[in-house]
């Protein structure tokens, strides 16, 4: 069988599983199997399936059709132009999260927090952006932790980017210039409405704090004055109906200049802030 018969058969068969993207999962699907780079499927769609690869695609779409991402299958996703090892112990990156990259990196910072790194794509994409940058990661999850430890090892930050287990900032040291985190946001209530590819595969601790979704910036905005320097920054990422929430929990902490920002949909996406400048202040760690 041609590769691209295997490619026709694998699209009709996503799409008889309901699966929404069931052509773009397909190539990714079949890209994997081949061992190549997705953007080097077309060169090889004419070329005869090699042994092996057969047996891969088979296994790859009944994963699929069991709702596992395509991410956590192939154990890759891009994001900021890197691509990221995923496993069932981290959030498959999303898009709409290039946003708060994208925001944190509207000025420069020498040393930034993660918190909830997961696959640590967001500390990492900082600081393959900022060269003379370096960072510190928590979570919780010990897989998390070593998946962000190996993404860290192969985008080449690992002499720049630590990480460390920690419930928000209770083990963390010192003071930073930049705080980013895309928490759990999802109220507990919403779960049962969240696709099974979200809901069936991916760690609910990273989903969701329970309740109305807002333990994980309550926590945040109470510990961050204390872990952010004068005149830092902190960059969260949000659910699209918390903005007024987040900016309320923040100003009540003595952050000013407090800012939302949209994702391409224009939903609400990200909350910037800063914590008021102090001169007496100024550069201390």
Not at 53 to 82: C, M, N, Y
Not at 151 to 171: H, I, M, T, Y
Request: glycine share 10%.
């Amino acid at each position: 069988m041609r590769a691209q018969d295997a490619l026709v058969a694998a699209t009709r068969r996503l799409r008889a599983a309901g699966i929404e993207n069931a052509a773009g999962d397909a190539r990714r699907l079949l890209a994997h199997a081949l061992a190549i780079a997705p953007d080097r499927l077309t060169l090889a769609l004419h070329d005869p399936m090699p042994e092996g690869a057969d047996a891969r695609l088979e296994a790859a779409l009944s994963a699929r059709e069991a709702r596992q991402p395509v991410a956590q299958i192939t154990g890759k996703r891009l994001f900021w132009g890197h691509a990221f090892r995923v496993t069932r112990d981290t959030l498959d990156p999303r898009p709409e999260t290039e946003i708060l990259v994208e925001t944190a990196l509207e000025h420069p910072f020498v040393h930034a927090l993660d918190l909830g790194t997961g696959t640590g794509c967001i500390l990492i994409s900082l600081l393959k952006s900022m060269p003379f940058a370096a960072g510190l990661g928590t979570d919780l999850s010990p897989g998390a932790l070593e998946v962000a430890r190996g993404n860290a090892q192969a985008l080449g930050v690992a002499d720049r980017a630590k990480f460390l287990r920690s419930d928000w900032f209770a083990e963390v040291p010192g003071r930073f210039d930049l705080i980013v985190s895309n928490p759990p946001y999802i109220a507990e209530a919403e779960m049962e409405g969240l696709s099974p590819d979200v809901r069936d595969w991916e760690p609910h601790g990273a989903l969701t704090p329970g309740g109305d979704g807002l333990d994980a910036y309550r926590a945040i905005a109470k510990g961050a004055p204390a872990r952010l320097m004068a005149g830092g920054r902190i960059v969260l990422e949000i659910g699209p109906t918390q903005a007024a929430a987040v900016t309320e929990l923040l100003a009540a902490q003595g952050f000013e200049a407090i800012e939302t920002r949209q994702d391409l949909d224009g939903r609400d996406r990200v909350i910037l802030a800063r914590k008021p400048r102090d001169p007496a202040e100024c550069g201390a760690l």
